[in-house]
């Protein structure tokens, strides 16, 4: 028998051959349909000599730049399998000698990666927080509904952002009432026939950006698990154009790239790339409000970023994770008098009534207050 | 002719690329397009034949300066060879292929089919204002038809034969090059006419039916933006890899005339290319790909080609002027930054004191 096609014979003569590798591949975090093994299927009719023949067939099928795609997890899962499937057919034909190349112990002795969960595919009792943070999950009755809290469990999902920015970005006026919507024009003459008259860009047809700026100050830690399906949701591409930095206290003359953390970017690029009537930005970090001491250099060095921004963009909103009550005597609370309200907690979010957030949680924000 | 055509993209070095650029070019003006010589790798080959047989969209990435875009072009070269040899083309006929190059305001649309509102208007008015009837019957008849201010794109056109008003019969290779420069809802707009390759236009209420066998679409994207998850799910995806040890039978088969490509001359080129793209792997820099490879042995050549005797040594001495020759440096690194970076990285090399 073929080294390389060892053990893989016997799973290209079942029924549904590498039916339980695709489930394995979605057990491990892959988004698989069913489209998927269809494909894998039809692939296999070109015909596959070896596992590697598999692998790269499967990875052309299964793989794609996305976390929910990943390359990583494919191939250690692959891996694994293609071993579990290599050792079954040793147990079965012990009386024919193992290829030497396939002693696969010394592979098994290697320290593997474990396979990469997304945030939302972890059991909340099994989430782990860091060392400093960790508490008691804490459990109840509210409403006659059993509730429980963590990080992750907070109003915020993919799929909300997404529908709420849709939402916001509708909310954009235009500030020209009175330009030619060009597209509409050419339409409504396209259906008429005749060009009766120009139509008028009403407001909301300004296609809205938004910008994240994400404090990493440790202060801010214990909340990046809850945060995470909103970065994924603009690093994922399901929220566009949106762009996320980071930076660290409070933003000075460099902020830092999500993608890249070491590399700065001045601040003043950023600015210059903002537009006055398209730009949203969205502020999260504690305000200093985690450290609970008075910080006057925090507070100054924000009041000049804010002062920066505010002519730049449409509109500022500030999420501080912290409870209101912890504002009081720092930084936050100052900043919170500088932003004229926009300021708001995730409690706030928590709060918030559950038709309230089927209709979109920043729906509630006080967004356009001026 | 036998009208069953062949889709085999199975790469044959000697036999399908040794046609010279002219043979290689559309002699239709309004084309003027040159098919591309392409060495794909084993794997590539696999996702392009997959993405063939199975009928879905191939998603390419991999660094700039790769070959993401010249793959369709080249896809479609073979299959006019091939299908020139087995007699399903004409001699003459080129495989249907089309380019779509996406910019940041592209819309999904465009892709597929503009209507000229404007130019129906101004006819209209024309017509209307017929003074001593100097519009013919047949001119009228076309006015009021809609259809005729319609104009297929890329994907329209490998949907929609105009000349037979139905489905084409050969599947076209469609290019939809840098497809992350627009926005996400351009993908999403997409979704539909890649899944199930139809679409309707209302201006002429016309619906454009799926054809029989899909076209072949190759997408290309420079992940300037992460492409949503939907739509990754409707591609197969390959990254195309540099081709590090394949950069001299590259060189030799691109550039078969050149003297620098010769056996006795390309290793030191070599050599000293991987040596900017290993200063330039930093970030912020842009390592230089195949393309700026060619680009300069195009160059070499053209200094070499001048020097009183063309040896080993003169080769060596314009390698040597790279970092200081704007010219020579330019065709592999694009800006100021990434120039100063790599002169600075050879002085420090060179220089004993900052050795030590």
Not at chain 1, 325 to 330: F, I
Not at chain 1, 336 to 362: C, F, I, N, P, S
């Amino acid at each position: 028998m073929n080294v390389d096609s060892w053990g893989l014979e016997q799973k290209l003569t079942e029924p549904e051959p590498f039916l339980d590798l695709f489930t394995e591949m979605r057990e491990a975090g892959m988004q698989l349909t069913l489209k998927h093994y269809d494909l894998l299927q039809k692939g296999l009719w070109r015909g596959v000599a070896s596992w590697q023949d598999l692998q790269r067939l499967c990875a052309i099928l299964w793989v794609k730049p996305s976390d929910n795609y990943d390359r990583q997890t494919f191939e250690q899962v692959f891996r694994q399998y293609q071993q579990t499937c290599q050792e079954i057919v040793v147990e079965l034909s012990e009386d024919q000698p193992m290829p030497v190349e396939l002693v696969p112990i010394a592979t098994r002795e290697m320290p593997q990666v474990p396979v990469r969960l997304m945030p939302e595919r972890y059991q909340p009792s099994k989430f782990l927080g860091p060392i400093g943070i960790q508490t008691p999950t804490a459990q109840g009755k509210l409403s006659g509904e059993s509730w429980q809290f963590t990080p992750i469990a907070l109003p915020i999902s993919i799929a909300q952002f997404q529908s709420t920015w849709r939402r916001l970005k509708s909310l954009q006026p235009s500030n020209y009432s009175d330009e030619i919507d060009i597209e509409r024009t050419k339409e409504a003459i396209a259906r008429q026939g005749i060009f009766a008259d120009v139509v008028l860009k009403s407001s909301g047809q300004q296609q809205s950006e938004l910008v994240i700026f994400v404090d990493e100050k440790a202060g801010m830690l214990p909340y990046f698990p809850a945060l995470q399906p909103l970065f994924r949701a603009i690093t994922g591409g399901w929220v566009s154009p949106a762009r996320l930095y980071r930076f660290t206290g409070y933003p000075c003359k460099f902020l830092y790239s999500w993608a890249t953390p070491h590399s700065a970017i001045g601040l003043d690029g950023i600015m210059a790339r903002l537009h006055r009537s398209r730009s949203i930005v969205l502020i999260i970090s504690d305000g200093g409000a985690a450290s609970g001491a008075d910080n006057p250099d925090r507070v100054l060095g924000t009041a000049k970023f804010l002062d920066l921004l505010q002519s730049c963009v449409s509109q500022i909103l500030w999420i501080n994770p912290m409870p209101e009550p912890r504002w009081r005597g720092t930084p936050a609370e100052e900043i919170r008098d500088l932003l004229e309200g926009r300021m708001v907690t995730l409690d706030a979010l928590v709060g918030v009534k559950q038709h309230q957030l089927a209709q979109g949680w920043m729906s509630s924000l006080p967004v356009g207050e001026e | 002719m036998n009208t069953q055509a062949s889709y085999e993209y199975t790469f044959v070095e000697e036999a399908d690329y040794s046609f010279s650029k002219e043979q290689r070019t559309d002699p239709d003006p309004k084309n003027g397009r040159c098919y591309e010589e392409y060495f794909p790798d084993k794997d590539l080959v696999e996702a392009v034949q997959l993405a063939i047989d199975l009928q879905q969209p191939l998603l390419l990435e991999g660094e700039p300066g790769c070959g993401k875009t010249q793959l369709a072009s080249a896809i479609a070269y073979q299959l006019t060879q091939t299908n020139r040899q087995k007699k399903t083309i004409a001699d003459e006929e080129w495989w249907p292929f089309y380019t779509w190059t996406v910019k940041s305001y592209s819309r999904a649309r465009d892709g597929l089919y503009t209507f000229d509102a404007i130019g129906r208007l101004r006819d209209a008015q024309l017509m209307g204002s017929n003074v001593g009837g100097m519009l013919d019957a047949k001119t009228i008849a076309e006015i009021k038809d809609p259809k005729t201010y319609r104009t297929f794109g890329a994907l329209g056109k490998a949907l929609y034969d105009k000349k037979t008003k139905k489905a084409p019969e050969k599947r076209a290779v469609v290019l939809i090059d840098e497809v992350d420069k627009a926005d996400s809802d351009f993908t999403n707009d997409l979704l539909l006419e890649l899944d199930e390759f139809r679409f309707y236009i209302p201006e002429t209420d016309e619906p454009i039916n799926p054809p029989p066998e899909p076209p072949i679409v190759i997408l290309t994207s420079n992940r300037e933006k992460p492409l949503p998850d939907a739509f990754l799910r409707r591609c197969l995806y390959f990254k195309i890899k540099f081709p590090e040890h394949d950069l001299k039978r590259i060189a030799q088969k691109r550039l078969l005339n050149l003297v620098v490509t010769q056996d006795a001359f390309i290793q030191p080129i070599i050599d000293r290319f991987l040596g900017v793209r290993q200063a330039m792997n930093q970030p912020g820099s842009r390592a230089p790909g195949t393309s700026e490879f060619l680009k300069l042995l195009e160059a070499v050549d053209r200094r070499f080609s001048k020097v009183k005797t063309m040896d080993i040594e003169g080769l060596h001495a314009i390698l040597d002027e790279l970092p200081s020759s704007l010219p020579l440096l330019g065709t592999l690194l694009k800006t100021e930054a990434d120039q100063q970076l790599y002169r600075s990285k050879v002085q420090k090399r060179s220089s004993p004191e900052d050795a030590g």
